[in-house]
């Protein structure tokens, strides 16, 4: 990804929109990644009081815009917020640390996402899981929306 880093953010910053999920989330961060978020991005299973301790497949409670949801997790980044940074924080884990954000970049945007709101059934019969909420599409439909609709 070294060699495409620079025309993503071109492209980017020239008014594109960049949609990260899990591992593009820890690519957006500046370490190692594209630099495209207005702080970087740490490994969540290590931040003080996670939820989560391990790599292991598994389902994340977070706070979606106030509304309690659970999704399917694997070893994600947590957003590390510059202070004062100009983003939109739409879901935090248990702990408070932003597990799902938008933020502007030069005349575009980049909105991020650890937990996967696009999981359909097979992600979790596959693993073994249930979610509690079942399994719906809508928080992935809202990161979208906040994506196109921008800051």
């Known amino acids: 990804m070294k060699d495409a880093a620079g025309a993503i953010r071109d492209w980017t910053r020239e008014g594109g929109r960049y949609l990260g999920f899990c591992m593009c989330g ?5 370490d190692p990644g594209f630099g495209l978020l207005p702080g970087t991005t740490e490994q969540y299973i290590t931040t003080p009081s996670a939820s989560i301790h391990d790599a292991r497949e598994t ?41 799902a954000l938008v933020a502007p970049y030069g005349s575009g945007q980049v909105a991020v996402v650890v937990p996967h709101p696009e999981a359909d059934t097979t992600w979790y019969s596959d693993a073994g899981l249930n979610n509690p909420d079942g399994v719906r599409f809508d928080l992935g439909h809202d990161l979208i929306e906040e994506t196109i609709r921008g800051l």
Not at 26 to 30: H, N, V
Not at 65 to 85: C, I, K, N, T
């Open 26 to 30: 820890y690519l957006a961060g500046s």
């Open 59 to 99: 389902i994340v409670a977070v706070s979606w815009e106030s509304r309690r949801r659970h999704m399917y997790f694997q070893d994600g980044p947590v957003f590390v917020l510059d202070d004062g940074a100009n983003a939109s924080v739409l879901a935090t884990y248990d702990n408070g640390t932003p597990a």
